[in-house]
């Protein structure tokens, strides 16, 4: 809606849903062809290798709870992981529906050389960027994704 001289005052490239997703495609762009070049992996693949890598033995159910992604995501990038070699599934002694996930050898292998990655890449998205407006940024966006 225009305001009294006609003129539409919503400019949609201030809008922050908008500003959010489209510095999310840049960010994650480059990151997502270094993974998937590299290692053959999806999104979800690498999030999940990321959790394992870093939390250790996990369930594809903590793994889809802290990555706010779904289960069934999470069962495809496992089966991927797997066929891989890049983890291992151990069923529960208790509860026979209930599988611990760690990766193998060679998954944290890949873990540790992404991480590196990682990190540089990380290191370079924020290079022009003020130190304190870093933390502050890595705050707001904590904050906005509800946690």
């Known amino acids: 809606r225009g305001n009294m001289d006609g003129k539409d005052d919503f400019d949609v490239q201030f809008f922050l849903p908008y500003l959010l997703n489209q510095a999310s495609e840049v960010a994650s762009g480059g990151f997502q062809k270094i993974y998937k ?6 999104r979800t693949d690498w999030r999940v290798l990321f959790h394992l890598g870093i939390y250790g033995r996990m369930t594809a159910r903590d793994i ?16 991927r992981l797997e066929a891989r070699r890049f983890l291992l599934r151990e069923e529960d002694a208790a509860d026979r ?10 998954g944290q292998a890949a873990y540790r050389d992404l991480r590196g990655v990682a990190r540089n890449y990380e290191a370079r998205l924020v290079a022009g960027l003020d130190p304190q407006d870093v933390v502050a940024l890595r705050r707001a966006l904590l904050h906005l994704s509800g946690r």
């Open 64 to 79: 889809g709870r802290m990555a706010q992604v779904h289960k069934t995501k999470i069962s495809r990038a496992v089966a």
């Open 97 to 106: 529906r209930v599988e611990h996930l760690t990766l193998t050898s060679a």
């Open 37 to 42: 070049d590299s290692y053959g992996m999806l």
